[in-house]
């Protein structure tokens, strides 16, 4: 196994290269996400990831080395779903370093793109997935992420397959301590789809969300839960009431802009 990629070569779903300590993979993941990996104890913890495992037809991706140095995602039907943005570079190389740092050199030895990780920077195995299915079609899965600096970071999918109907959900990622105790929550309401009028039509959504946490406040963190699920009933009556606000300040304002031009 290499610690890079050269000009025109593939990593194909499954494929990887590896750190020559062996400390660090970058994995091209069959569900279309590519991902640095840091070995540890018991399995790897992910660094960094393109989050394009979500995206349309990103199962079976596979990631290219550009002869223009443009690193690129590429889905089985040849779209471009993610890039390095370094198609100015021609000659280049990515490199899996022994830091952890997954960078791009010019043919003249400059740094043009990198994932600014180092090996054991998130302190711990802080990152979580997870899924929720309901009977009737409603499905969300997701992931979380903390960070050592405090970023704490929800990607979530929720799509329905259901006739008609509509779904709204939300996400809790929960920071843990070593004595179990939570000492953080970041709560995220509504996710969900739309309803649709079509027998079995797909409806799907993606939300990317993303808070500040004190950093001394992470690094007490031992590992994070992600939790899905249904709105609670309060919430989504308080966002009615909102809503229904709003409409109520639109018409007034439609009317005295009608009773000004008349």
């Not at 996400?171 to 969900?192: M, Q, R, S, T, Y």
Request: glycine share 12%; no cysteine.
């Amino acid at each position: 196994m290499t610690d890079r990629l050269n000009l025109e070569q593939t990593l194909m779903p499954g494929q990887s290269i590896k750190s020559n300590n062996g400390k660090a993979q970058l994995v091209m993941q069959g569900d279309g996400n590519l991902v640095l990996y840091e070995s540890i104890i018991g399995g790897g913890r992910a660094l960094w990831a393109s989050d394009t495992w979500n995206m349309a037809d990103a199962s079976g991706s596979r990631l290219v080395l550009q002869s223009d140095g443009n690193l690129v995602i590429y889905t089985p039907n040849d779209q471009p779903i993610w890039d390095s943005g370094t198609w100015n570079a021609a000659g280049a190389s990515l490199v899996m370093q022994d830091d952890g740092n997954l960078v791009i050199y010019a043919a003249d030895g400059r740094a043009v793109w990198a994932s600014d990780t180092r090996l054991g920077s998130l302190g711990g195995p802080l990152h979580i997935s997870n899924e929720w299915r309901h009977p009737n079609g409603f499905q969300m899965a997701g992931d979380g992420y903390l960070t050592a600096q405090g970023q704490l970071r929800m990607d979530i999918t929720t799509w329905t397959s259901s006739w008609g109907l509509g779904f709204t959900g939300g996400g809790i990622l929960a920071v843990i301590d070593a004595g179990e105790n939570v000492i953080h929550k970041f709560e995220v309401w509504p996710l969900g789809v739309d309803a649709r009028g079509v027998l079995w039509a797909r409806s799907r959504r993606t939300d990317h969300v993303d808070t500040q946490i004190d950093p001394v406040l992470a690094a007490q963190a031992a590992r994070i839960e992600l939790w899905l699920g249904h709105m609670p009933k309060n919430r989504w009556d308080q966002i009615m009431a909102e809503t229904r606000q709003k409409v109520e300040d639109l018409k007034r304002l439609y009317d005295d802009l009608l009773q000004a031009t008349a």
